[in-house]
């Protein structure tokens, strides 16, 4: 599975899109991006997922380049709730690898 | 957290003690995981069972094992407890119905090892 690099912290304002980075330069053919978020010690919540086209649903948008070397994971309109460490991650096997992620801050 | 559950939620044991970590998924999954997560960490797999009867090794298996018995149920085991032990424990399940495969996590396990 190809390794992916995220920023180790962002912040946002309450109300205004959070736009969440990932480089998966590694990337093969047919495997996925997935992002998983993570609240204080909760277990991870699936948000979205895409291989070729960009993606939307009820929580998020993911927008994948055409190189599908990055992604970006847009939150339209960030809530404090949002606050949550963010995983993005590619898998094309059996097992799901999670790296450090993105810890993002909605601020008030 | 689409039908997995864990117990127990919290547990503290004695070193050298044992214990199993039970999880049960009622979606039909025909993965699962176990996991850990260690403070600032991202998660870390221990064991997976890819279908009932089978499991392989992940990345850190060492002082665990694991029993897939049945479809349902998949179960974590310390045999024998050690401090590095300590951490919260995630059990998951994934369908093969829907594209992409997504993966289904319970609420955790924190176990403290004394």
């Known amino acids: 599975d190809a390794k992916t690099t995220q920023p180790t912290s962002m912040d946002c304002a309450e109300g205004r899109a959070a736009n969440l980075p990932c480089n998966h330069s590694?990337?093969?053919?047919?495997?996925?991006v997935y992002w998983y978020r993570q609240i204080h010690s909760q277990g991870p919540q699936y948000i979205i997922h895409?291989?070729?086209n960009n993606e939307t649903n009820e929580m998020a948008s993911l927008i994948i380049t055409e190189d599908r070397k990055s992604s970006t994971l847009i939150l339209p309109h960030a809530t404090l709730r949002d606050t949550a460490v963010y995983y993005c991650?590619?898998?094309?096997?059996?097992?799901?690898?999670f790296g450090p992620g993105t810890r993002l801050s909605v601020l008030p | 957290n689409a039908g997995v559950t864990q117990t127990p939620k919290f547990q503290v044991l004695k070193t050298g003690q044992s214990m199993t970590l039970q999880c049960a998924q009622d979606?039909?999954?025909?993965?699962m995981y176990w996991y850990r997560q260690d403070p600032g960490m991202g998660l870390r797999l221990i064991y997976y069972?890819?279908?009932?009867?089978?499991?392989d090794k992940g990345e850190v298996p060492n002082g665990y094992n694991v029993s897939r018995l049945n479809k349902r149920e998949f179960s974590l085991r310390l045999e024998s407890a050690a401090p590095s032990q300590t951490s919260v424990y995630f059990c998951?399940?994934?369908?093969?119905?829907?594209?992409?495969?997504?993966?289904?996590f319970g609420e955790g396990s924190w176990l403290t090892v004394v």
């Open positions: 069972s890819a279908s009932e009867g089978t499991t």
């Open positions: 590694t990337i093969s053919g047919n495997e996925y």
């Open positions: 998951a399940g994934r369908s093969y119905r829907d594209s992409g495969n997504t993966i289904y």
């Open positions: 991650i590619v898998r094309g096997g059996q097992n799901f690898v």
């Open positions: 979606m039909n999954h025909n993965s």
């Open positions: 895409g291989l070729k």
